[in-house]
C-alpha cells in the first residue's frame, strides 16, 4: 500500500511547491515521534500546562433522567484554552520548534484551534498567524480577540463561503508562499499525509486515558463511544486506543445542520462522494463536477465539507458508525446538559451529547456510553442566545 | 510529432492562460482563436474550480465569476470541440483533481481527446501520486504535464525522467498571481532538467510584462501567462478579446525581441 494510506483513503495531493515542506514534516516526525526528550518534554507540557489527564465524569443525573446506558463525560472541556485541540497543537508546535521554525499558522473555524495554536506559540516564543473565515470571525468575534491577546496576527479570509474549508485554503496559499521558517499546524486529521496521523497521534491519549479511567471506576470497556465529527480529531482521538476492541462500538456525529435534506448541512458521510481535496483523498460534499459544496452547521467547528481519511476508512469498513444530527437536536442537548449537570458543552459537542440522549435510553442499565466532550461551550453562548431569538449585548 | 513538441520545435513557445468560462463560455471561445491569431503557440484553459488552492486572489476571481454564470466541465468539452474545428493550436485543460475525479477519470480523459485536447495540467497532483491518472492519460495519449517548484531540488531529476509534452516551471514561491519580479534562479532549475531529459521547459506564475516574458524565454523553452490576461478579463469582461489580443501581441513579441 502507498504510503499515508487508510485503505483508498489519504495519500498527499498537494502542490508541486509544497512537496518539500510534507516531505520534510514527514522526516521530522517520524524521528521526534520515537525521541524520548520530545516524548518527555510533550509528556510534561501535557499534564502541566494543558492539565491533563482530563476528567472521566460520571454524569448520574443524564443517567438516571435518560434511564438506560451509564453515561460517562470525558472532560475535554476543561483543558487549558477549553478544548481538545490543546493536545495536538502542544505536539505540533513543539514538532515545529525542533525543526527550527519560527513562525507556525493554523486554519480555525470556531476559533477553538486557532486560540489553541495561538497559546502554544505565545508559551514557546513562534510567531503565529491565524486564517479565520469572516463569517466565523463574526459568529466568533470573542475568539479573533482572544488570539490577539494571545499575540497571534488573525486573517479574515474573505474568498468562498468564508468559513472553514476558506480558512484552510488561506493558509494552505500562505504556507506556499514561505515555508522555510514556518509550519503549518493543521487542526483536524484531515490534510496531506503525514498531518491525518501526526493529529491522530496527538490525540490518542483521549482515548487511551478513557481506557484506564473507565477500568479504574467500573472495571471494563465501554459499550459505545461517542464524539462529533468535523474534520475528526477529537473523534480520531477518543476511537483510536479502541479499534482492536470489537466490542466497544464507534459513533461520529455529523452536523447535520437543517436536515440532511435540506442543502443547509455538513453531514459529510450521509451526503457526501469520495473526492480528492485539501491534500487527501476522503468523502466530501460536492457536487457532480466535483465543486465543493457550501455546507452548513450552527456550529462553526463542524461547518466543514470533508471529513479526516481515517474516519472514511473506518466508515467504509463499517468498524464505525456516522449518524447526523442537525442544529435544533444540538442546541436542545447544549442546553440540557447545562440545566442537567450545570456543564455547559460546546455546541459541537453538543452534537454527541444529543446522540446520547436518543441512544442511552435503548440501552441496558448496566451498559455504558462515553461522549467526549470536546470542548466548554462558553464562546458559543452568544450564538446559542440568537439562534433562540434571545437579543444581548456580547 | 505531437501538436505539444511541434509548438516547441524551432521557436520559444508562449502560453497564454485564461479561465474557461469566464465571464462566459461565448467569449472563451473568442478568446482562444483570437489568442493564435496574436501569436500564442499553445493555450491553457483552466476549469474552474470552487477551491483552487493554487491560485492567486485573480484566478481565485475568475473560477467564482465562470462558475456563477454556469461553466461546466461538459460545456467547455463541448466549447473546445467546437474551437477545434477552427484551429490545430496545442489545447491544454488546467483544472484540479477533484474535477477530474468526479467527472469520472475515464470519462474525463476520454471526452479530452475526442474533443482535441492535447495535455492536461493538474496542480494538486505531485509525482508521488500521478498514478492516479497517468495510465489512463496515456490509453488516451493526452500528456500528463509534470511541474517543478523552486523547492524541488532532487525532486527535479525524478519528475523530469517521467515527463511528458513539456515540464511546467513554476517560477516563484506562492500562488499564481503577477510579481515584481522573479528571483528564482530558472536557468538552474532548467539545466537540472537537460540533464535527464529533452522534454521542454516552459516557465510560469508571475510573469505579466514584455521584458519578464523576454528574459525568461532566454532561460527556457516556453513562457507561460496567466493572471495577466485573466485580469484584463476580469476588466474586460465580454469586450475583452480587443485588449487580450493587444497584449498577447505584445508579450508576443518582447519574447521575439530578447532572441534577435
Known amino acids: 500500500m502507498k504510503k499515508g494510506r487508510f485503505g483508498h483513503y489519504g495519500g498527499q495531493y498537494m502542490p508541486e511547491t509544497l512537496m518539500m515542506a510534507v516531505q520534510e514534516l514527514e522526516e521530522a516526525y517520524g ?12 509528556d510534561g507540557l501535557l499534564k502541566n500546562y494543558a492539565g491533563r489527564p482530563s476528567l472521566l465524569y460520571y454524569a448520574e443525573k443524564v443517567t438516571r433522567e435518560l434511564g438506560g446506558a451509564k453515561v460517562y463525560l470525558k472532560r475535554e472541556d476543561l483543558n487549558h484554552t477549553g478544548s481538545h485541540k490543546i493536545n495536538n497543537v502542544l505536539g505540533q508546535v513543539l514538532l515545529a520548534k525542533r525543526m527550527g521554525k519560527t513562525r507556525v499558522i493554523a486554519e480555525t473555524g470556531a476559533g477553538q484551534h486557532g486560540v489553541a495554536t495561538a497559546t502554544a506559540a505565545a508559551l514557546m516564543d513562534m510567531e503565529c498567524e491565524i486564517f479565520m473565515g469572516k463569517e466565523d470571525t ?76 473507565l477500568m479504574v471506576a467500573e472495571g471494563k470497556l465501554p459499550d459505545v463511544v461517542v464524539a462529533c465529527v468535523g474534520g475528526g480529531s477529537n473523534a480520531m482521538g477518543a476511537f483510536y486506543e479502541f479499534i482492536q476492541d470489537p466490542s ?76 447526523p444530527i442537525t442544529d435544533a437536536e444540538a442546541v436542545d442537548a447544549f442546553e440540557y446538559l447545562s440545566r442537567t449537570e450545570g456543564i455547559i458543552p460546546a455546541v459541537e459537542s453538543a452534537h454527541a451529547v444529543a446522540f446520547a440522549k436518543k441512544l442511552a435510553p435503548t440501552m441496558a442499565k448496566d451498559q455504558i456510553i462515553v461522549v467526549n466532550l470536546s470542548g466548554r461551550g462558553d464562546k458559543d453562548v452568544a450564538a446559542i442566545a440568537r439562534y433562540k431569538g434571545v437579543s444581548i449585548h456580547e | ?93 488546467m483544472t484540479y483533481l477533484n474535477p477530474i475525479f468526479t467527472y469520472g477519470k475515464e470519462k474525463f480523459l476520454s471526452r479530452c481527446a475526442e474533443c482535441g485536447i492535447d495535455g492536461i495540467i493538474v496542480p494538486d497532483m505531485p509525482f508521488e501520486e500521478k498514478d492516479e491518472l497517468a ?126
Open chain 1, 248 to 323: 466497544v462500538k464507534l459513533i461520529g456525529c455529523e452536523a447535520a445542520g437543517l436536515g440532511v435534506d435540506n442543502p443547509k448541512n455538513a453531514a459529510t458521510i450521509a451526503n457526501g462522494t469520495v473526492g480528492v481535496f485539501h491534500g487527501m483523498k476522503s468523502y466530501f460534499c460536492q457536487d457532480e463536477y466535483g465543486q465543493i459544496a457550501p455546507v452548513y452547521s450552527i456550529s462553526a467547528g463542524l461547518d466543514y465539507p470533508g471529513i479526516g481519511p481515517e474516519h472514511a476508512n473506518l466508515s467504509d469498513t463499517d468498524r464505525a458508525q456516522y449518524v
Open chain 1, 31 to 42: 524521528f521526534y515521534k520515537n525521541d524520548p526528550d520530545f516524548i518527555n518534554e510533550l
Open chain 2, 135 to 260: 495510465n489512463v492519460c496515456e490509453l488516451h495519449e493526452i500528456d500528463l504535464i509534470s511541474m517543478i517548484a523552486p523547492t524541488s531540488k532532487e525532486r527535479i531529476t525524478l519528475i523530469a525522467k517521467e515527463a511528458r509534452g513539456f515540464i511546467y516551471c513554476v517560477s516563484s514561491l506562492g500562488v499564481t498571481g503577477v510579481r515584481s519580479e522573479i528571483k528564482t534562479d530558472i536557468g538552474k532549475m532548467v539545466q537540472k532538467v537537460r540533464e535527464v531529459t529533452g522534454v521542454p521547459c516552459a516557465t510560469g506564475f508571475g510573469i505579466s510584462t514584455p521584458e519578464q516574458a523576454g528574459s525568461m524565454a532566454r532561460l527556457a523553452d516556453g513562457v507561460i501567462v496567466g493572471s495577466a490576461i485573466v485580469k484584463l478579463v476580469a476588466e474586460f469582461g465580454k469586450d475583452s478579446v480587443e485588449p487580450v489580443s493587444e497584449y498577447v501581441r505584445s508579450i508576443k513579441k518582447g519574447i521575439e525581441d530578447a532572441l534577435k
Open chain 1, 138 to 213: 463574526e459568529r466568533q468575534a470573542l475568539n479573533v480577540f482572544r488570539m490577539e491577546l494571545l499575540g497571534a496576527k488573525v486573517h479574515t479570509v474573505t474568498s468562498g463561503t468564508m468559513t472553514l474549508k476558506d480558512a484552510v485554503n488561506g493558509t494552505m496559499r500562505e504556507w506556499t508562499a514561505r515555508m522555510d521558517d514556518t509550519l503549518y499546524v493543521l487542526g483536524s486529521v484531515m490534510g496531506p499525509h503525514p498531518f491525518p496521523a501526526i493529529v491522530r497521534d496527538f490525540q490518542k491519549v483521549i482515548g487511551k486515558e478513557i481506557k484506564e479511567q
Open chain 2, 1 to 93: 510529432m505531437s501538436r505539444i513538441t511541434n509548438a516547441f520545435a524551432n521557436r520559444k513557445a508562449f502560453i497564454p492562460f485564461i479561465t474557461g468560462g469566464d465571464p462566459d463560455i461565448e467569449t472563451t471561445e473568442k478568446l482562444v482563436p483570437a489568442m493564435v491569431e496574436a501569436g500564442a503557440d499553445l493555450i491553457e484553459i483552466g476549469i474552474p474550480f470552487s477551491d483552487p488552492v493554487a491560485e492567486g486572489i485573480v484566478i481565485q476571481e475568475a473560477d467564482e465569476r465562470a462558475l456563477k454564470g454556469g461553466c461546466t466541465t461538459d460545456k467547455l468539452f463541448d466549447m473546445v470541440l467546437r474551437i477545434r474545428q477552427k484551429t490545430d493550436v496545442p489545447l491544454l485543460f
